[in-house]
């Protein structure tokens, strides 16, 4: 056990290592720093002080290691259009990313393991042909269409909820549905799938031989089973969440890290778009970590491997 | 090197190319295997319907300047915002409206699946290739190099997809060519995945260890006896991503880092449809459908290519 967390834990400071050398070299894939960070009309002299002052005459791995050593600390250099530590920024605007995509996941969760169980135990009826549809249809629908959507119905037409804005539950209802929708419809389709393999199995049907009612079978003896790859797949879900966050707060106007970061990248300010991309990455990375070591937990066979 | 050195006792010069060939499949069987595929394909009504679905929008695209009379990018200020179903002066129906600078919108609808299509495709070859050359290596070869590959993927897959993509092109700039290549080159995962995973278990089965046995080079196991075998969910996860690549596109676009005006783009229509939303509805709203019908399309298709073909698989 504590082996396989040891090589686990090293896995993820391997992967948090290449996400820092991949987010450290987007600045360099022009082939030139100084000319992307630096306004378009900067002079020659300019950009050659500019690459003096930020060392970008030092040798490729001497600046990584710099770069490297700045980023374990928080440290991603100063915002080119706010004049503040750019990872301060990031930070100030992590909690509404947080409370977006907790919320969509939450109403993921909340829709998809009841539609999903639905379905697999009322296999074949209405019930179960609708939520396939409708599950179809939510991974068909680009997260953007359906935001502008849900807009222009809820609150251009009917004016019942506010279009942007961070604020209480009626500023969070029209965001979380836009992007928890995507992963609703895979959590139904992976639970009805995971349902119906499990109750297909030899102890579901000795436990119905014995003579347990059909719903503690379904939703003690099943769903415990079914559970496992719908708890890996939520660790994976909130990459998904957290990427996708930069479509929906750009359409809600949600001051979150996404917003921030495509404003970023309009402004040319990559210290922050640096900041952003590796604190998000770094924060899947670690709850996939979590996810990982409580699914141990959950399924002590993954341990032997 | 062969694995099994125990098997050059075997080779005889000559011998072998006629002995073992009367061992591989004759053609005329491969053809029976793709009717019966077909033929179990087509009774799947959904996924017939979602490759009807997606010809239509791969003939409308190809045939577009048949389908409109009007110029996608062509402006009419006189007639901006107008209504689905409206007349212009020369009497030409619009029959999705006009947008702000009184260009047909359902010419843009019909143009737009161009790069859409486009890119979808050449994302999903070069990120296929991708990842099946990764998948055959990790899987065959396992050890360090497989580790090495799989870190890799893991690598990549910590990355918010969007995110990363936008940071690279908005560095990169955005042109059609930017595009497919950032997206082929970051979806590589999936493809490795399924590959390396049906590698593994092929590795072990009687033919290739017999092909390995009499000598066979590690190449010539890999692509005349792992390959098409690996093929299938090589396949069904290409169809499932072209899906995912149409709505990476239009949201590329939609941010106004996909092909860049002014060219129709979905994506970009959408951005301009939403600029217009208290005034216009069909302006954001029929692009977006385009989209919807497109992805679903291949969804369904892609789904039931999967049933079809291997019914275990997890994609």
Redesign the interface.
């Given at each position: 056990m504590r082996v396989y967390l040891l090589r686990r834990l090293l896995?993820s400071v391997?992967?948090?290592l290449?996400?820092s050398f991949?987010v450290f070299g987007?600045?360099f894939?022009?082939g030139d720093p100084a000319l992307?960070l630096l306004p378009p009309d900067a002079s020659a002299e300019d950009v050659a002080k500019f690459r003096q002052t930020m060392g970008f005459n030092d040798p490729f791995l001497v600046q990584y290691g710099r770069f490297l050593f700045g980023a374990l600390r928080g440290d991603f250099g100063q915002s080119v259009r706010h004049g503040e530590p750019a990872f301060d920024l990031v930070m100030e605007r992590m909690p509404a990313t947080f409370e977006l995509s907790g919320a969509a996941l939450a109403l993921a969760l909340c829709l998809a393991i009841p539609a999903g169980i639905v379905s697999a135990v009322r296999r074949n009826t209405v019930l179960d042909y609708v939520s396939t549809v409708v599950a179809?249809?939510g991974?068909?629908?680009?997260?953007?269409?359906l935001g502008?959507?849900l807009?222009?119905l809820f609150s251009?037409q009917l004016n019942l909820l506010p279009s942007s804005g961070r604020g209480d539950w009626q500023n969070l209802l029209l965001p979380a549905i836009t992007l928890g929708l995507f992963t609703t419809a895979r959590i139904t389709r992976l639970t009805r799938s995971g349902m119906l393999e499990v109750l297909s199995q030899d102890y579901i049907r000795t436990a119905r031989a014995k003579g347990v009612a059909n719903p503690p079978v379904v939703w003690k003896h099943a769903l415990k089973n079914a559970a496992i790859p719908i708890v890996t797949i939520v660790g994976?879900e909130l990459?998904t969440l957290?990427?996708?966050s930069?479509?929906t707060e750009?359409?809600f106007a949600w001051p979150g890290v996404?917003r921030l970061?495509?404003q970023a990248?309009?402004n040319?300010d990559?210290p922050v778009?640096q900041a952003?991309?590796f604190t998000?990455?770094a924060t899947?990375?670690l709850v996939n970590l979590v996810v990982d070591v409580l699914y141990t937990y959950l399924d002590p066979r993954i341990r032997l491997r | 090197m062969s694995r099994h050195p125990s098997g050059r006792a075997l080779e005889r010069p000559g011998a072998r190319e006629s002995k073992w060939r009367a061992l591989e499949r004759p053609g005329a069987r491969e053809l029976n295997d793709w009717i019966t595929f077909l033929g179990r394909l087509a009774r799947r009504r959904t996924a017939l319907f979602g490759l009807v679905v997606v010809a239509l929008v791969i003939v409308t695209s190809v045939a577009a300047p048949l389908l409109t009379p009007f110029d996608p990018i062509e402006q009419d200020i006189t007639q901006r915002l107008k209504a689905p179903g409206a007349r212009d002066a020369a009497g030409r129906l619009h029959p999705l409206g006009t947008d702000h600078l009184g260009r047909d919108l359902l010419a843009r609808v019909i143009y737009g699946a161009q790069p859409a299509l486009l890119v979808g495709f050449a994302a999903v070859v070069i990120s296929g290739l991708l990842g099946m050359l990764a998948g055959l290596t990790g899987g065959y070869f396992g050890g360090w190099i497989d580790d090495v590959l799989m870190?890799?993927a893991?690598?990549q897959?910590?990355?918010?997809?969007?995110?990363?993509a936008?940071?690279?092109i908005?560095?990169?700039g955005a042109s059609l060519q930017t595009i497919i290549i950032v997206i082929g080159v970051s979806s590589w995962v999936v493809y490795a995945r399924v590959v390396r995973a049906a590698v593994f278990s092929l590795r072990e089965r009687e033919f290739v260890q017999a092909a390995q046995a009499l000598g066979s080079r590690d190449g010539r196991v890999v692509l005349r006896h792992i390959l098409p075998n690996a093929f299938t969910p090589w396949l069904v996860v290409a169809t499932l991503d072209m899906?995912r690549v149409i709505?990476i596109e239009?949201?590329l676009s939609?941010?106004?880092?996909g092909v860049q005006p002014p060219t129709p783009t979905w994506?970009g229509m959408?951005a301009d449809?939403?600029v217009y939303?208290?005034t216009a509805?069909w302006l954001?709203?029929f692009?977006?459908l385009a989209?919807?019908v497109t992805?679903?399309g291949i969804?369904?298709f892609g789904d039931g290519l999967r049933d079809t073909l291997d019914p275990r698989l997890k994609v």
């Amino acid at each position: 056990m504590r082996v396989y967390l040891l090589r686990r834990l090293l896995q993820s400071v391997l992967v948090l290592l290449g996400v820092s050398f991949v987010v450290f070299g987007i600045l360099f894939l022009t082939g030139d720093p100084a000319l992307v960070l630096l306004p378009p009309d900067a002079s020659a002299e300019d950009v050659a002080k500019f690459r003096q002052t930020m060392g970008f005459n030092d040798p490729f791995l001497v600046q990584y290691g710099r770069f490297l050593f700045g980023a374990l600390r928080g440290d991603f250099g100063q915002s080119v259009r706010h004049g503040e530590p750019a990872f301060d920024l990031v930070m100030e605007r992590m909690p509404a990313t947080f409370e977006l995509s907790g919320a969509a996941l939450a109403l993921a969760l909340c829709l998809a393991i009841p539609a999903g169980i639905v379905s697999a135990v009322r296999r074949n009826t209405v019930l179960d042909y609708v939520s396939t549809v409708v599950a179809l249809l939510g991974q068909s629908m680009p997260t953007f269409w359906l935001g502008i959507m849900l807009i222009l119905l809820f609150s251009v037409q009917l004016n019942l909820l506010p279009s942007s804005g961070r604020g209480d539950w009626q500023n969070l209802l029209l965001p979380a549905i836009t992007l928890g929708l995507f992963t609703t419809a895979r959590i139904t389709r992976l639970t009805r799938s995971g349902m119906l393999e499990v109750l297909s199995q030899d102890y579901i049907r000795t436990a119905r031989a014995k003579g347990v009612a059909n719903p503690p079978v379904v939703w003690k003896h099943a769903l415990k089973n079914a559970a496992i790859p719908i708890v890996t797949i939520v660790g994976i879900e909130l990459g998904t969440l957290l990427g996708g966050s930069v479509i929906t707060e750009t359409i809600f106007a949600w001051p979150g890290v996404g917003r921030l970061s495509v404003q970023a990248i309009y402004n040319r300010d990559y210290p922050v778009v640096q900041a952003a991309v590796f604190t998000l990455s770094a924060t899947f990375v670690l709850v996939n970590l979590v996810v990982d070591v409580l699914y141990t937990y959950l399924d002590p066979r993954i341990r032997l491997r | 090197m062969s694995r099994h050195p125990s098997g050059r006792a075997l080779e005889r010069p000559g011998a072998r190319e006629s002995k073992w060939r009367a061992l591989e499949r004759p053609g005329a069987r491969e053809l029976n295997d793709w009717i019966t595929f077909l033929g179990r394909l087509a009774r799947r009504r959904t996924a017939l319907f979602g490759l009807v679905v997606v010809a239509l929008v791969i003939v409308t695209s190809v045939a577009a300047p048949l389908l409109t009379p009007f110029d996608p990018i062509e402006q009419d200020i006189t007639q901006r915002l107008k209504a689905p179903g409206a007349r212009d002066a020369a009497g030409r129906l619009h029959p999705l409206g006009t947008d702000h600078l009184g260009r047909d919108l359902l010419a843009r609808v019909i143009y737009g699946a161009q790069p859409a299509l486009l890119v979808g495709f050449a994302a999903v070859v070069i990120s296929g290739l991708l990842g099946m050359l990764a998948g055959l290596t990790g899987g065959y070869f396992g050890g360090w190099i497989d580790d090495v590959l799989m870190r890799l993927a893991d690598i990549q897959l910590a990355f918010p997809f969007i995110l990363l993509a936008i940071a690279v092109i908005g560095v990169l700039g955005a042109s059609l060519q930017t595009i497919i290549i950032v997206i082929g080159v970051s979806s590589w995962v999936v493809y490795a995945r399924v590959v390396r995973a049906a590698v593994f278990s092929l590795r072990e089965r009687e033919f290739v260890q017999a092909a390995q046995a009499l000598g066979s080079r590690d190449g010539r196991v890999v692509l005349r006896h792992i390959l098409p075998n690996a093929f299938t969910p090589w396949l069904v996860v290409a169809t499932l991503d072209m899906a995912r690549v149409i709505v990476i596109e239009s949201a590329l676009s939609f941010l106004g880092l996909g092909v860049q005006p002014p060219t129709p783009t979905w994506g970009g229509m959408l951005a301009d449809g939403r600029v217009y939303i208290s005034t216009a509805w069909w302006l954001a709203t029929f692009p977006g459908l385009a989209i919807l019908v497109t992805v679903l399309g291949i969804n369904l298709f892609g789904d039931g290519l999967r049933d079809t073909l291997d019914p275990r698989l997890k994609v």
